[in-house]
């Protein structure tokens, strides 16, 4: 049988098993940690406080985060309209928080793709995103301390583990989403065409 996500999307096969994989090591605790820095940092509760991945879909809320650790870090973002915001829009604004990140001296090894929070690929990855920007913007002159202490849980990703099951010896040809192979490589690619830009500019 098959496997339905938390976003209501039905999963068979290896996708099924690489998104049980990802459920099992999740941590409500961290999760928790992550929430709470954010919350303090932007002086507001997260709407909805029980979901951090709805309440971070948007883009809206971790550019706000930036906009609180350092003034003006970004001003040309979409907004809402009439209450509600395209897909587009909020995957937009996602890249937008990246390239900040990248900006502002959070490593490569600490970045996630879009469709990680977007599509809800890997939570894992976002969340220790937020954790090393956490301690960026400490040295930014933020006064909510890093979060911590503890030690964060290895980043999960649906593609990573789906070449890594591939490998293994199978009875049937593993079944992989072709829209979370596009999704992340037209990412990648946005994502390495506008550091290229923003480095020859400076």
């Known amino acids: 049988g098959g496997v339905v996500t938390d976003t209501g999307r039905?999963?068979?096969?290896l996708d099924a098993e690489v998104y049980l994989k990802i459920k099992a090591k999740e941590d409500p605790a961290w999760n928790e940690k992550v929430q709470h820095w954010i919350e303090s940092v932007v002086e507001h509760k997260l709407e909805p406080d029980s979901d951090l991945h709805l309440a971070l879909k948007s883009g809206l809320v971790l550019i706000?985060?930036?906009?609180?650790?350092?003034?003006?870090?970004?001003?040309?973002?979409?907004?809402?309209?009439?209450?509600?915001?395209?897909?587009l829009m909020?995957?937009?604004?996602?890249?937008?928080?990246?390239?900040?990140c990248w900006n502002m001296g959070v490593t490569k090894n600490d970045m996630f793709i879009v469709p990680d929070l977007h599509s809800k690929a890997s939570m894992s990855a976002v969340l220790s995103n937020i954790a090393a920007l956490s301690s960026v913007?400490?040295?930014?002159?933020?006064?909510?301390?890093?979060?911590?202490?503890?030690?964060?849980?290895?980043?999960?990703?649906?593609?990573?583990?789906?070449?890594?099951l591939?490998?293994?010896?199978?009875?049937?040809?593993?079944?992989?989403?072709a829209e979370d192979r596009l999704e992340s490589?037209?990412?990648?690619?946005?994502?390495l065409?506008?550091?290229?830009?923003?480095?020859?500019?400076?």
Not at 166 to 177: F, L, N, V, W
Not at 193 to 202: C, D, M, V
């Open 10 to 13: 039905l999963l068979y096969g």
């Open 64 to 87: 706000e985060l930036l906009n609180s650790i350092r003034k003006d870090t970004v001003t040309k973002y979409s907004k809402p309209r009439r209450g509600k915001m395209h897909p």
């Open 185 to 191: 490589m037209e990412d990648v690619i946005k994502s």
């Open 90 to 100: 909020e995957r937009e604004n996602i890249s937008i928080y990246l390239e900040a």
């Open 166 to 177: 591939r490998a293994q010896p199978r009875a049937h040809k593993p079944h992989i989403s």
């Open 193 to 202: 065409k506008r550091t290229a830009l923003s480095r020859w500019k400076t």
């Open 137 to 164: 913007a400490r040295g930014l002159g933020c006064k909510v301390p890093p979060i911590g202490p503890g030690v964060r849980p290895k980043k999960v990703n649906v593609l990573e583990d789906t070449e890594t």
